[in-house]
């Protein structure tokens, strides 16, 4: 069997790349190939169950059509027009010039309009107050990027993901679920191919496997490939540069602490550079009455994540503090260290997320069910285990978030509330960033890397226009 394309992996990078060229009449015989399921058949039953049951093959929540984005918040980051960068969403910029990034933003955002995108843009009706809160942040010592944010909600996203895998599948993509890529045929430093088996051989390393033939293969595999993906370069001589980790925790507090940033932003990207260490610290994936949840990733790795609805909401915003940690000699290994942070988390909460009270923290005790039970901020994770993440948490990590957490407290009154949440582990894998040129094509010839897995993006609309990018590049080869 040879396709002209073959991509592994259906999350936004891919199936946007399919989208295109589609759009622009390719006559490409394209294969996507998935190791989760197709978006109508992802559900998590934790909404029946209360507690992650981790489903097998694969998580619901980070596998399947539309990948990450089918359970996400959907905000959908835009750009600031009167800004000379981009501030958000990883580093396409950095490859095709910050104008082309914001081009393929207006048009990236349009085919999300067309598939039933809220028309709405949050952020954008009150440029005083925004101004207010900046000048509070800089006196903070943080900085406050402000962009436009289309808001899909979890419901909608997966909706709208629905529409566009209905759309590949009447023009002619073809569509492999439940199969994972178990390695790539590389020869001569020429992608040739990849082999795959079925999903539900996934601990069965003697299963038969097929390959199947291609002379492109994008790589798309998001944050839940990325160990895969630095296996994978490792042992093809894929080159790579050194990678990073962020590593932090999901904070919770109550709508009417974050009632400004809320209102007037819907999501606020505070970033900080706290003494001691001076280590990037930033808010991220910001969910006002939203829902705290936790997704699975491979070896039952189990992480803690956060969105909201449309039209179910809680009293609660949510948010992700995450620190950047780089690596250099002798050890340089993030993803290592971010799996042996939740490993350990993970055992001391017996698998589930662990969440304790900001104030226990600083008093050096454990939070008790007890003391849950009678706290302000009701837990919107019921699943997650009342315990003590600073034992799994390093200190220079631990010392970085209650740093930042003060810093903010001088922009948001309340932001330090002993009352408030902190769930862990919340980590965000990048496998080692994948060299690619302005084509985005790997050292080894025919082997393109989109999207977040490879470290070239970092949430919706980028991983989605990345595709796009690299579609219209495809389309022509
Ligand atoms: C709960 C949650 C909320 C989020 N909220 C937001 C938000 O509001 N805004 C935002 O911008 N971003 C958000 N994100 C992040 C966003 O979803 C990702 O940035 C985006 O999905 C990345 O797209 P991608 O195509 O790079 O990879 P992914 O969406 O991760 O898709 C990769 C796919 O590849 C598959 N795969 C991996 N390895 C293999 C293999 N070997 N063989 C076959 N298939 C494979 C995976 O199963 C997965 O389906 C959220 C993520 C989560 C989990």
Request: hydrophobic share 35%; glycine share 8%; net charge neutral.
């Amino acid at each position: 069997m040879k396709y002209d394309i073959i991509a592994i992996g259906m999350g936004p990078s891919s199936i946007f790349m399919a989208y295109e060229l589609i759009k622009n009449r390719s006559n490409k015989k394209v294969l996507l190939i998935e190791e989760g399921k197709a978006v109508e058949k992802r559900a998590c039953p934790i909404e029946k169950t209360g507690k992650c049951v981790h489903c097998k093959p694969f998580c619901n929540i980070t596998s399947g059509f539309s990948g990450a984005g089918a359970f996400s918040d959907g905000k959908l980051s835009l750009y600031n027009p009167n800004d000379d960068d981009i501030y958000v969403g990883g580093d396409l910029h950095k490859y095709i010039g910050i104008d082309e990034t914001k081009k393929l933003i207006d048009y990236t955002d349009q085919i999300y309009l067309d598939f039933g995108a809220d028309k709405h843009l949050e952020g954008i009706d009150h440029p005083e107050e925004i101004a207010k809160l900046y000048e509070k942040a800089k006196k903070a010592d943080l900085n406050l990027i402000s962009i436009p944010i289309r808001h899909l909600g979890t419901e909608k996203s997966h909706e709208l993901y629905g529409k566009i895998e209905k759309f590949l599948k009447d023009n002619g993509v073809e569509m492999k679920f439940e199969t994972i890529v178990s390695d790539l045929i590389v020869e001569d430093n020429t992608v040739k191919g990849v082999k795959i088996k079925p999903s539900s051989k996934i601990d069965d390393e003697n299963a038969e496997t097929e390959e199947i033939l291609a002379d492109t293969v994008v790589v798309a595999v998001g944050r839940k490939g990325a160990n895969w993906l630095t296996n994978i370069c490792e042992k093809h001589n894929i080159e790579t540069e050194p990678g990073i980790v962020d590593i932090g925790v999901r904070y919770e507090l109550s709508d009417e602490v974050m009632k400004d940033v809320n209102k007037y932003m819907y999501e606020g990207k505070f970033i900080g550079r706290p003494y001691p260490f001076r280590d990037k610290v930033r808010t991220f994936c910001q969910n006002p009455s939203g829902f705290v949840s936790s997704e699975v990733y491979d070896n039952n790795m189990t992480l803690v994540n956060g969105h909201s609805y449309k039209e179910k909401k809680s009293t609660n915003t949510n948010l992700a503090i995450l620190v950047s940690h780089h690596f250099s000699h002798p050890f340089n290994k993030p993803i290592e260290y971010g799996r042996n942070v939740a490993k350990n988390l993970n055992e001391l909460g017996g698998n589930a997320v662990v969440v304790q009270r900001l104030g226990d923290i600083k008093r050096g005790k454990r939070t008790w069910q007890h003391d849950l039970d009678n706290n302000k901020v009701v837990p919107t994770l019921k699943a997650a285990v009342p315990g003590d993440i600073t034992f799994a948490l390093g200190y220079r990590t631990m010392t970085d978030i209650l740093q930042f957490i003060g810093e903010m407290d001088k922009v948001v009154e309340g932001f330090a509330n002993p009352e408030n949440l902190l769930y862990g582990p919340e980590i965000k894998f990048y496998s080692n960033r994948v060299k690619i040129d302005k084509n985005l094509e790997s050292s080894v010839k025919g082997l393109y890397s989109i999207g977040d897995g490879g470290g070239l993006t970092r949430g919706l609309m980028m991983a989605s226009c990345s595709g796009v990018y690299l579609a219209r590049i495809l389309e022509n080869k």
